[in-house]
């Protein structure tokens, strides 16, 4: 096994370069704007000489057009499930059923089993074992033996069908924290038996699949965090010159990122004569409510919607502002604060499920309870107030990026753990 850092961290080790490593991904959607993170992770780890292929249950969020360089790349190569229809879905029940009989009768008996006697779950369960059959075939015909999915939800259940149906080798990278609020609708405690080993972006994270699981099952959980380029998302040189402060927020608009509160915190900051501006990059089912929440401020003006920002364009919002601020409450451990904190920015945002393992308070950055507007609106204030403070959270903030989640070297490690558990 590799050694370990005086941190405790392991170091990863170097890749064997025996036979090449390959494995299929699946995602819920690939590529989109809220799991970018796994483009970057599916590139790394080609470049360390593994062979991925990737599938998606649903086409991409964008068109193609729309489309960074490198994502239209990942588009032209991945295997979209839904593309292919009731024909592909036929085609595949009728391919499998002959040649592998008894893992269809193990799928169709799971099927069974999960969807019970709730019809709305008989009716997703028979898409999940269809989707299934599709994806297994794509596999043999891909000559992959092994499938790891990100995220612990829909496309990890078609993985759980995969493995009955299939017998392949099965893994899920758990994020948090929404598969933790519906454990038995999201057959997550199943999917922990199956998997042949689970990777974890957080000790919290990792925390919750104990939690669920029998001691038996916990060296399967491992700890692999995620990461950013440090080299992509680097401070600028000069920072522009704004009559305001800028605060930035990142997210999807969504309930769990909180920006509700961080709208309330803006108005109450402009009330009390703070020259402060909020832009707030993203889009979501919350859109709609959070700009008529900005109409009725006493100036509406001071917060700015930039609405969904792709990978080239986030790097420029990100040199522009001053402060950024994710005040949610529900995460994993955000990318997006990564992002800002890789870039120079000072961060304030929320003591909850794994954040507190990126951001230490009052070294790289400020943390806040969830739903705490009093504290959000003196943290802000404070970083307002002081320019100092400021920079020192902010090269703080620098330096936990380079120490800890560098994609790079992070990528390596799980390269490491893939090498070790995953056949050629």
């Known amino acids: 096994m590799p050694a370990s850092s005086p941190r405790g961290d392991r170091v990863p080790a170097p890749v064997s370069s025996g036979p090449t490593r390959s494995l299929a991904y699946l995602v819920s959607q690939y590529p989109a704007l809220s799991m970018a993170f796994v483009v970057r992770e599916v590139r790394e780890l080609r470049k360390l000489g593994f062979r991925i292929d990737t599938a998606s249950i649903n086409p991409s969020d964008r068109p193609s057009e729309s489309l960074t360089e490198e994502e239209r790349e990942e588009f032209r190569g991945t295997y979209y499930v839904k593309t292919d229809g009731l024909f592909g879905a036929a085609k595949a029940h009728l391919q499998t059923l002959p040649t592998n009989p008894r893992g269809y009768c193990q799928g169709l008996a799971l099927f069974l089993h999960l969807g019970g006697l709730d019809l709305r779950k008989q009716f997703l369960n028979l898409m999940y074992f269809t989707e299934a059959l599709m994806v297994g075939q794509w596999m043999r015909r891909r000559s992959q033996a092994h499938l790891h999915c990100h995220l612990g939800q829909q496309a990890a259940t078609v993985g759980l069908y995969v493995r009955n149906v299939c017998r392949r080798g099965f893994s899920i990278t758990v994020h948090g924290p929404d598969e933790f609020y519906d454990v038995k609708g999201q057959y997550l405690a199943r999917k922990i038996a199956a998997a042949d080993f689970v990777v974890c972006i957080s000790s919290f994270a990792r925390s919750r699949l104990m939690l669920l699981s029998p001691r038996s099952h916990w060296d399967k959980f491992i700890v692999s965090r995620l990461g950013v380029d440090p080299q992509l998302f680097s401070p600028p040189d000069q920072k522009p ?16 990122k909180g920006q509700h509160i961080l709208i309330a915190a803006v ?22 409510s959070l700009q008529a929440h900005a109409a009725q401020l006493a100036q509406p003006s001071c917060v700015c919607f930039e609405g969904a920002v792709d990978q080239d364009r986030i790097r420029t919002l990100y040199a522009a502002a001053d402060i950024f601020c994710l005040p949610s409450f529900a995460e994993g451990v955000p990318v997006a604060l990564m992002e800002a904190m890789s870039m120079g920015l000072p961060c304030v945002t929320t003591n909850i499920t794994g954040i507190p393992e990126l951001i230490r308070d009052g070294i790289e950055g400020l943390l806040v309870s969830p739903s705490d507007l009093d504290a959000l609106v003196e943290a802000l204030a404070k970083l307002i107030d002081d320019a100092t403070l400021r920079q020192r959270l902010a090269n703080g903030a620098r330096k936990r990026i380079l120490e800890h989640y560098n994609l790079h070297r992070n990528v390596q490690l799980l390269a490491s753990y893939f090498a070790e558990r995953v056949g050629p």
């Open 241 to 256: 010159s704004n009559d305001v402060v800028e605060i930035l927020c990142v997210g999807r608009l969504v309930p769990s």
């Open 267 to 288: 108005d109450r900051l402009v009330q009390q004569s703070c020259p402060v501006r909020l832009r707030i990059a993203g889009s979501g089912p919350d859109e709609s």
